[in-house]
């Protein structure tokens, strides 16, 4: 009894110390507030400008098995940038990757490096390559092994079909007269680097043969001018040229400049070029070894432009850039229109300063158009119902197309006429600045973008389609362009609820193709 009473009072008193860890609430209001959970802890600091776009990865390398009977892919953990394409990146680390158990380096000892302001240009599905003249240094079929290591590296990245490989802004001859053009190369993983120089040597002039006479087919890359006189866009095809001469390249190349675009959309007619010239393309040997292109145009081809609606500048980089991407040791051309040789042109660009580029001497060089070289930018637009997003391509400037800020800011100025597609509509507020896109950051495989607040009260009277559409326009647009898997929205520093009341706004955004219709 004694036991059960001693027990019963050891209950009590026990009871009695635990109510004050009980929380005492006098309404329903207090009790709300008593089982309120903290904030979560943000995992990324809100973006303050462009600096942070770096972010980790692998690249796929392609390097010269031992044996030299073909080449082997490494993989190789490399430092991206989201502001420029991955393919810059990899073909520097394929060049600095080291001699293992199984493979020896892309310059089979000899040191190769990229060179110039731009060394990597890619436009569209083409890659241009500039390495310095130490790759002189190989032998031919070194040289060749090296120029399809860099190809099938490059390629990896699925919007890189085609590949020019020039050497200080030129192409390199394949025989001893450098009448052959490398040309422009294509992916060939597997294949017995044996049967890439066979191609070639079959191709070569040999003892009994004449270059005038050695037909030969290649890919080349040609360069159109875009709509509006925006500047020039590439597409590559098999062309067969009727000899290995400068001046008959040179011709043939124009013929297939004059038969248009098979490809690239929007892409307004070139006269007949060729029925134009004077006399042939003539070809200059310089006292540096390299050769210039002239040619004599009559000067209806003033005319003939305007009808056209074509440029004299864009007209003047498409014949630059395609004639010295593919001629062999061409540094330079040479244009008379009548008379009167063209020393200067103004560009008309909406992308390029109204500035007049001079040509010392006449000389056209391919770097005196690197402004005018265009990229094809995948933006999304609302479908013309506003159901649905659909996505256009619009030609700009090269450099720009993986530029995040940049593709906003294009996003924000809605559909143009040079895009490849007119049935859309804009699905950002008017208004929009620069300013209202306050920073932009690479965290893992997330882009990380800060918005004005006045980039949302543009859209507070979005409803829910609309804001859908602005949402996932924006991260299709990013997350496709910049290969990167999710995007996170901040407005102002901070992570609101909602952008415009309907979407639930914080944590991550990923690509959404149930929105996406085709056209």
Do not use: W
């Not at 860099?150 to 020039?166: A, M």
């Amino acid at each position: 009894m004694k036991k059960a009473l001693l027990l019963l009072i050891i209950a009590i008193l026990f009871l009695n110390s635990c109510q004050s860890a009980i929380p005492i609430v006098d309404d329903a209001l207090e009790i709300q507030e008593a089982i309120i959970l903290p904030e979560p802890i943000q995992p990324y600091e809100a973006p303050k400008g462009d600096a942070q776009m770096e972010y980790s990865g692998v690249a796929a390398l392609y390097l010269p098995r031992r044996d030299g009977t073909r080449l082997v892919v490494k993989y190789s953990q490399v430092l991206f940038s989201a502001s420029r394409h991955e393919a810059e990146t990899a073909v520097r680390a394929l060049l600095t990757y080291p001699e293992t158990d199984d493979c020896l380096p892309a310059g089979k000892g000899v040191t190769i490096q990229l060179t110039g302001n731009t060394p990597v240009e890619i436009s569209h599905d083409v890659c241009s390559v500039n390495l310095t003249p130490s790759c002189l240094a190989l032998d031919m079929e070194d040289f060749i092994t090296l120029c399809q290591a860099i190809t099938n590296t490059v390629t990896e990245f699925l919007d890189v079909k085609y590949v020019n490989i020039l050497v200080s802004g030129r192409q390199i001859g394949l025989d001893t007269a450098s009448m052959l053009p490398l040309g422009t190369l294509q992916r060939r993983v597997g294949e017995d680097l044996g049967a890439a120089y066979s191609r070639v040597d079959i191709q070569r002039v040999k003892y009994n043969e004449e270059h005038e006479q050695k037909r030969f087919t290649s890919a080349a890359t040609l360069y159109f001018p875009a709509a509006d006189g925006n500047g020039i866009l590439p597409e590559a095809r098999m062309i067969t040229f009727p000899g290995q001469m400068p001046a008959q390249l040179a011709q043939t190349l124009l013929n297939e400049l004059s038969q248009g675009a098979q490809l690239l959309s929007s892409i307004p007619a070139l006269p007949n070029l060729n029925a134009f010239l004077t006399s042939p393309p003539a070809v200059t040997q310089t006292s540096t070894g390299t050769r210039h292109i002239t040619l004599s145009f009559d000067s209806s081809l003033n005319e003939a432009l305007a009808e056209s609606q074509l440029t004299r500048s864009s007209l003047m980089a498409s014949l630059t850039y395609t004639l010295t991407t593919f001629i062999p040791e061409t540094s330079g051309v040479i244009v008379f229109i009548g008379d009167e040789p063209v020393l200067s042109v103004t560009p008309a660009s909406i992308y390029a300063a109204n500035e007049p580029i001079y040509f010392r001497d006449g000389v056209q060089q391919r770097g005196d158009y690197s402004r005018l070289l265009l990229g094809l930018a995948k933006l999304y637009f609302a479908s013309e119902d506003g159901q649905k997003l659909i996505a256009v391509y619009r030609p700009v400037p090269y450099f720009e197309v993986r530029n995040p800020r940049y593709l906003l800011e294009q996003l924000a100025q809605g559909p143009k006429p040079y895009d490849d597609y007119a049935n859309v509509r804009p699905v950002m507020p008017e208004g929009l600045r620069d300013p209202d896109f306050l920073g932009f950051a690479v965290e893992d495989d997330t882009l990380l973008i800060n918005l004005s607040l006045a980039f949302q009260a543009a859209c507070s009277q979005y409803d829910e389609t609309r804001e859908r559409l602005l949402i996932y326009a924006m991260v299709n647009t990013l997350c496709e362009t910049l290969s990167l898997k999710r995007v996170r929205f901040y407005i102002a520093d901070n992570q609101p609820e909602y952008l415009s009341g309907h979407l639930y706004l914080p944590g991550y955004f990923i690509i959404n193709t149930g929105i996406i219709r085709t056209r």
